[in-house]
Structure formats: structure tokens, C-alpha cells
């Protein structure tokens, strides 16, 4: 059983993973499906029969180790101590593959923080669920989640722009249908916006490998590296953006740096 020091290591390091222009390239734990869970349309029910639902595919040590903080949770004197036991349940059914469920508890604990960051790492976890399922009604669940934790995080920091950048890739993954190129004229505008932004022309790099565009995708991830060469994320589109291009060296080239 995993002791409070690793449940809250696991929930840091998630939320440093999640720090917004990385692009979401964690691949999430294999996740039980729940589709029943995300049928209804009221939150308070549907998060019961998805916790049910979650608990139902759990080990005992870990049903064990969830009871425990739930009563910690309420038992709780304060907000302090509530949304020390949140993240470690958030924490426990993430690293369990259970995102949706982890990011409820991610989003009870954002609601008490108030905090841009706190709702970052709801819309990244909701975002993970989201690319990992492919039952419709958890997938609309999951991606108007992570659009309303983005949108907040967005309106307590609007001068940070990699929270309208990681919006836009939710948009990507889930079309709205009556305006399907919404991810790409809101990255479109972000680079008016932000010209010198990494984490617009990451997207905007991201989004032309989806659909195919090999040497959009270069110059948009070029530019993006050549204004930050810390995130490691961008030489690993550029190999994937160089191989689809036909240009090997080249991609081995950044493949090498991405291994690093």
C-alpha cells in the first residue's frame, strides 16, 4: 500500500507532467471503460456511479487505502487538511488508470484553491481521459470537463497563454460539430496574440501532424524550438513531423534529442 508521502509525490509530479505546453504526451495508465457512469447528466450522480463503477474493478489494498482518506476527507477541520486527503484520493485513482474519477477530485480540490495552476491540472487530467477513451458519452463527459477547467484557469490568469493553447487542443480532440475548425482559429488568433509563445506554435505544430500537413507541422515546431529549447516535447514532434515529411536525418536527428 502506498504511504501518504508517495500518494502526494505521485500527485505532485502528475501535476508538474500536466504543466500546460507539454502538450499531453503522457500516456495514461489503460483506463476501465465507464460508460454507464457518464450517461446522466447531473455531476452529483454521475461521479457516484463512476466512483461505484471505479471501485468495483479495485484491489483491496486499494479500496482499502480509498476508504481510509474518504474518512480522513470527511473528517476533515478544514480546507487545508480537506485538500491534502482530495489530492491523495485524486492521486490514487489516477495512478490507478481511473482519470475521470481522479480528475473530479482534482476539480473539488481546485474549487477550494481558486487557483489558475489547480485548474490546469483538472483540464490536463480530464484531457488524458479524454485521448484514452473511446466510449462517446465519457468522452463528451471528459472534454466538457477539461473545456470548463481551461476556460477557468484562463479567466484567473489571462495573461498566461498556454491555457487558451491546451482549450484549443481540447477542441482538437473533441470538435464541437457546429464549429469543427474552432481549435485552429483559436490557435490562429493566439498567434496574433502571443507571436513569440512556444506552446501557440507547439499546438499549432501538433495539429498540422494530425491532419497530415508534414511541413506546417516543421516551421510551426522549429519556430517553437527555436524560442525554447528546455521542452523536450517539441523535438519529439519534430522527429515524428520530419519522418512523416520523408526527410529521415533530419528526424533521427531530433529522435536522439528526444530520447535524451
Not at 46 to 70: I, P, W, Y
Not at 126 to 153: M, T, V, W
Not at 182 to 199: F, I, M, N, Q, T
Amino acid at each position: 500500500m502506498m504511504t501518504r508521502t508517495q500518494i502526494l509525490v505521485l500527485f505532485l509530479a502528475l501535476a508538474l507532467f500536466l504543466g500546460l505546453y507539454l502538450g499531453f504526451d503522457t500516456k495514461p495508465s489503460a483506463q476501465k471503460k465507464l460508460e454507464d457512469a457518464s450517461a446522466a447528466q447531473e455531476e452529483a450522480p454521475g461521479f457516484d456511479a463512476m466512483l461505484a463503477e471505479a471501485k468495483s474493478h479495485a484491489d483491496d489494498g486499494l479500496r482499502t487505502a480509498v476508504d481510509k482518506v474518504e474518512a480522513e476527507a470527511a473528517a476533515s477541520k478544514n480546507d487545508a487538511e480537506k485538500v491534502v486527503a482530495l489530492k491523495q484520493l485524486s492521486a490514487l485513482w489516477y495512478n490507478a488508470g481511473q482519470t475521470p474519477v481522479s480528475g473530479i477530485y482534482a476539480e473539488q480540490v481546485a474549487e477550494i484553491e481558486k487557483a489558475d495552476t489547480a485548474w490546469s491540472v483538472v483540464g490536463a487530467t480530464f484531457y488524458n481521459a479524454l485521448i484514452a477513451s473511446q466510449e462517446p458519452s465519457l468522452r463528451d463527459f471528459c472534454a466538457q470537463h477539461a473545456k470548463g477547467a481551461f476556460e477557468k484557469a484562463a479567466e484567473l490568469n489571462p495573461d498566461k497563454p498556454e491555457h487558451s493553447v491546451n482549450l484549443a487542443l481540447v477542441y482538437a480532440e473533441n470538435p464541437p460539430p457546429d464549429n469543427p475548425m474552432k481549435a485552429v482559429l483559436l490557435l490562429r488568433d493566439l498567434e496574433k496574440k502571443y507571436p513569440e509563445s512556444p506552446a501557440v506554435y507547439n499546438a499549432l505544430g501538433r495539429l498540422a501532424i494530425k491532419t497530415g500537413q508534414w511541413q506546417r507541422a516543421i516551421d510551426r515546431l522549429e519556430k517553437a524550438w527555436s524560442l525554447d529549447k528546455t521542452n523536450f516535447n517539441t523535438p519529439c514532434l519534430l522527429a515524428k513531423a520530419y519522418e512523416g515529411a520523408g526527410q529521415m536525418d533530419k528526424s533521427a536527428q531530433f529522435a536522439k534529442i528526444c530520447n535524451k
